[in-house]
C-alpha cells in the first residue's frame, strides 16, 4: 500500500480520532474500554444504546437510545463521529453488526474496531475450526468495502472473566474446588485482563491517524490500518492458573479434584452440544479449541505482541486472579452481566 501522509489530505482532514461512538459502553469489555478514553481527555463518547436497555454506562459519556432495526435512527446517531467501537453481548442477535456496519458507512464513520475481542481469529486453523471465528474475513471485507478503516483487537480470552465462567472455559469449577485439564494441563495460551484491552484500544484511538510527512516517524494508527492489533498480558497453563489461585487464596492442591480429558473431545464434545441446540456449548468448544497442543492459542510466539509499541504495563498475575476471586465472591454472571 501506497504511504499516506496527513499534508497530503483534502482540506478538511483531521489526524486525530476525536469522536467515537461505543456500542456496547457497559459490558463486560465495553465499559473499560469506555473508562479508558474517557481518561486520555482527548475524545468525546457516545454511547449507543438499545431503547429499553437498563445497561449503566460510565459518567461522563453521552448516551443515545437507538432501535437497531432503523436504520435512520442509527446513521442520525453515527452523525459526526469518526469512530465506532462495537462490543456486543452473546445474546445479540447476529445481524446487529451488519446493521450497525451499514449505517456507520452511511454516517460517514472513518473507522471502525468490530466486535472481535478475544482469539487470533486471523489464524486459519483457528477462523478454519467449525467456530464463528472464519466469518472474520467476509466482516472485515465488508467493512473495508464500504469505504471504513478497521482495526481489531486480538488479546485471547479475558483472564478474570475466563476463570470464573465454569468448566467448560478454563476448566474451573471453583464452588466444587475441582479442575478439569485440557489433555495434561500445560499448554500454554495467551491471555489478557479487560483493563488491558481498555488501555490497548485508548491508546490506538489517541495516536495520530497517518504520518505528517515522509520525515515523521511517530507511531501512528495507520500502522494498525486494516490489520489486527496483538496483545497479551499472560502467556499461562492451566496448571499455572490453579498457582497463582492457590497462592490468592491460600488453599492447597490437596484439597482440588483435578481430572483430564482431551482438548479434542472437549471441543468435539462442545461443537455436539451447540448442533443439538445447546448453545453453551459453543463455549466449550472455543475454549478447549485454544487449548490444542499445536500452539494455536499462542500467538505471541507465531505473530509477536505490540504491547511495547502501546507502551502498556506490565501486569501482575496474582492482582488480577485476586480479581477474579471477588468476582467469584459476589457473584459475578457474565450471561446477565450482573455483579
Known amino acids: 500500500m501506497t504511504n499516506q501522509y496527513a499534508k497530503d489530505q483534502p482540506a478538511g482532514f483531521s489526524n486525530r480520532i476525536q469522536r467515537i461512538a461505543i456500542v456496547g459502553a457497559g459490558g463486560t ?4 474500554i469506555t473508562e479508558e478514553l474517557l481518561r486520555t481527555g482527548q475524545h468525546s463518547v457516545t454511547a449507543l444504546t438499545r431503547i429499553g436497555s437498563t445497561s449503566q454506562v460510565p459518567a461522563g459519556v453521552q448516551s443515545i437510545a437507538v432501535d437497531y432495526d432503523d436504520e435512520a435512527s442509527l446513521v442520525r446517531a453515527l452523525q459526526g463521529q469518526d469512530c465506532l467501537v462495537i462490543s456486543l453481548s452473546v445474546g445479540t442477535p ?9 449505517a456507520a458507512s452511511q454516517a460517514g464513520i472513518r473507522h471502525v474496531m468490530p466486535n472481535v475481542w478475544g482469539c487470533d481469529v486471523t489464524h486459519p486453523p483457528l477462523a478454519d475450526s467449525g467456530l464463528n471465528w472464519g466469518g472474520f474475513r467476509d466482516l ?9 478503516a478497521w482495526t481489531a483487537l486480538i488479546c485471547g480470552f479475558w483472564y478474570e472473566h475466563s476463570l470464573v465462567l465454569g468448566p467448560s472455559a478454563f476448566g474451573f469449577d471453583l464452588s466444587a ?3 478439569i485439564l485440557n489433555d495434561d494441563g500445560n499448554t500454554k495460551v495467551n491471555v489478557s485482563t479487560l483493563a488491558q484491552c481498555g488501555r490497548a484500544v485508548a491508546t490506538l484511538l489517541s495516536l495520530p491517524v497517518l504520518p505528517e510527512d515522509e520525515q515523521d516517524d ?7 490500518r486494516n490489520k489486527p492489533m496483538y496483545i497479551s498480558d499472560f502467556l499461562l497453563t492451566q496448571r499455572d492458573m490453579l498457582a497463582s489461585w492457590l497462592r490468592v487464596t491460600g488453599d492447597t492442591a490437596d484439597r482440588w479434584t483435578i481430572e483430564q480429558e482431551p482438548s479434542q473431545s472437549r471441543y468435539e464434545r462442545g461443537l455436539e452440544s451447540v448442533k443439538q441446540g445447546d448453545h453453551a456449548g459453543l463455549v466449550l468448544a472455543m475454549y478447549s479449541r485454544v487449548f490444542f497442543p499445536n500452539g494455536d492459542g499462542n500467538y505471541e510466539q507465531r505473530q509477536g505482541l505490540d504491547n511495547d509499541l502501546l507502551q502498556l504495563p506490565t501486569e501482575d498475575l ?9 468476582m467469584f465472591d459476589r457473584g459475578y454472571n457474565y450471561m446477565t452481566n450482573r455483579n
Not at 29 to 32: A, I, Q
Not at 140 to 148: D, P, Q
Not at 218 to 224: A, V, Y
Open 218 to 224: 511517530q507511531l501512528t494508527m495507520n500502522r494498525w
Open 94 to 102: 447476529r445481524d446487529t453488526q451488519s446493521k450497525l456496519l451499514q
Open 318 to 326: 496474582d492482582e488480577h486472579t485476586r480479581e477474579a476471586k471477588l
Open 29 to 32: 469489555v465495553g465499559k473499560p
Open 177 to 179: 474446588k475441582k479442575l
Open 140 to 148: 472485515v471485507a465488508g467493512i473495508e468495502a464500504k469505504g471504513m
